[in-house]
């Protein structure tokens, strides 16, 4: 008898929501430095991002309201939102260039959800953390290589290391708090 591809119905999800983010984010790269030029002509590119971030806030939000989270974790995704926030700040990068952070986190969190999925459904797995930032990154190497090719877009070192980054953060986020959760849940 076949292996089961997915373990969950709810792994299945993640998976499928890890691909459509990836999938929007690999649809774009020929033209997200038109729409960004755009958006910069007419003002609206600080807009834009803001409420990207708030969209992503109101998920998180939404979605710990229904893990009703108790004080521990309140102040552990405090401190998480606190450690964004100053790297978004102090970051010297472009606007698009932090974009990463929040779309290569996205993904990071998707595929360890989806992982933590397999895992709980008797994957045998040491931890989901190392191999959700394995996959984050080279999605992300496959990114930049994709630009490699692309006319109005260029091959950029720097951005391997942003997407490295906001898969690693994300995924020790979600790494922490699925501790907190575990030790005073």
């Known amino acids: 008898m076949p292996m089961p591809v997915f ?3 709810r792994e299945r999800r993640y998976w499928l929501y890890a691909l459509a983010v990836v999938a929007a984010i690999y649809a774009t790269l020929g033209v997200s430095p038109k729409i960004a030029g755009f958006l910069r002509e007419h003002g609206l590119l600080e807009p834009a991002f803001a409420m990207g971030m708030i969209l992503v806030v ?3 939000v939404t979605n710990g309201m229904k893990a009703r989270p108790g004080g521990a974790e309140i ?3 405090l401190g998480i939102a606190a450690v964004y926030m100053l790297l978004f700040v102090r970051l010297e990068a472009s606007l698009e260039e932090r974009t990463h952070l929040i779309e290569y986190g996205v993904v990071g969190v998707f595929v360890y959800e ?3 999925e397999r895992a709980r459904n008797g994957h045998s797995m040491m ?3 190392v191999p959700a930032i394995a996959v ?3 999605i992300g190497v ?4 994709i630009q490699a090719i692309l006319p109005n877009r260029v091959f950029d070192p720097q951005d391997i290391l942003f997407n490295v ?3 690693t953060m994300a995924v020790v986020a979600c790494t922490v708090l699925a501790w907190v959760r575990k030790t005073w849940g």
């Open 7 to 9: 373990h969950s119905k």
């Open 58 to 60: 109101a998920s998180i």
């Open 75 to 77: 102040t552990v995704i």
């Open 114 to 116: 989806a992982l933590s």
């Open 127 to 129: 931890t989901p953390a």
């Open 136 to 138: 984050t990154a080279a």
């Open 142 to 145: 496959l990114d930049e290589c």
């Open 165 to 167: 980054l906001a898969g």
